[in-house]
């Protein structure tokens, strides 16, 4: 289930099940989405991203959705395995200027047990 | 081909000290990224630059703080006279082409700054 630390949320999982992370973005003129996958002490790596003019996009067992309405994304893993376990952000680009200064969320660790 | 390469991959300065951080961007990139990183929190942007331009350093202090990215090496972020707040890591990221929205990012293993 899911649960609030005292600093990242956590989401613990059996391995072999499907994981949804879920992220609430903040800027309304944001067009593009991405998401990352932060192991420990190393950094972003990119997972899947998606553009505003669409709301589904999926890659290799990963799904990404995205709700412009209430401004929400999800991520989602299908058979979740060891090696996923590490912290999901969620980031955006958040301005128009023609270049991704990305805003990114406050991350989600994940953590899959045998 | 190399990914984004930063060194050191951790730094200690007392405070008062300067720091100097490296970024060597994948090879063909010319747009450089900083972010920092607070202890589990998410990345914060500093400043974009392309070779030899700021274009936007929005989110770098006013003070102690400053980034190049020379026509020759790899970009530099400065921070002078640290503070124990500047603990943190320093990620940098590298985009080739400036095609706006969706031109992918990609970063570096990042530099962790420890004040004592």
């Known amino acids: 289930g899911e649960s609030v630390g005292l600093h990242l949320p956590t989401l613990s999982v059996q391995e072999g099940d499907n994981s949804i992370i879920n992220c609430a973005y903040s800027n309304s003129a944001s067009d593009y989405f991405i998401w990352y996958k932060q192991e420990s002490g190393k950094g972003p790596q990119f997972i899947i991203d998606?553009?505003?003019?669409?709301d589904k996009r999926q890659g290799q067992r990963v799904t990404v959705l995205l709700n412009k309405t209430v401004k929400h994304l999800s991520l989602q893993i299908a058979a979740t395995q060891p090696g996923d376990s590490a912290v999901y952000f969620c980031?955006?680009?958040?301005?128009?200027?023609?270049?991704?200064?990305?805003?990114f969320g406050a991350g989600t660790r994940l953590a899959v047990h045998p | 081909n190399a990914g984004v390469m930063q060194n050191p991959r951790h730094l200690v300065r007392r405070r008062g000290q300067e720091a100097r951080l490296r970024c060597s961007p994948m090879k063909g990139h010319s747009h450089v990224y900083w972010y920092r990183q607070l202890p589990e929190e998410g990345l914060k942007f500093m400043v974009y630059l392309q070779k030899e331009n700021i274009i936007d350093e929005s989110g770098m202090p006013k003070e102690r703080f400053s980034a190049e990215f020379p026509k020759e090496g790899p970009s530099i972020l400065r921070i002078q006279q640290v503070v124990r707040g500047d603990s943190a890591a320093y990620f940098c990221a590298s985009s080739i082409t400036l095609q706006g929205v969706g031109d992918e990012q990609f970063f570096g293993p990042g530099t962790r700054l420890t004040v004592l």
């Open positions: 980031a955006e680009n958040g301005i128009s200027g023609g270049y991704n200064k990305l805003i």
């Open positions: 998606i553009r505003s003019n669409m």
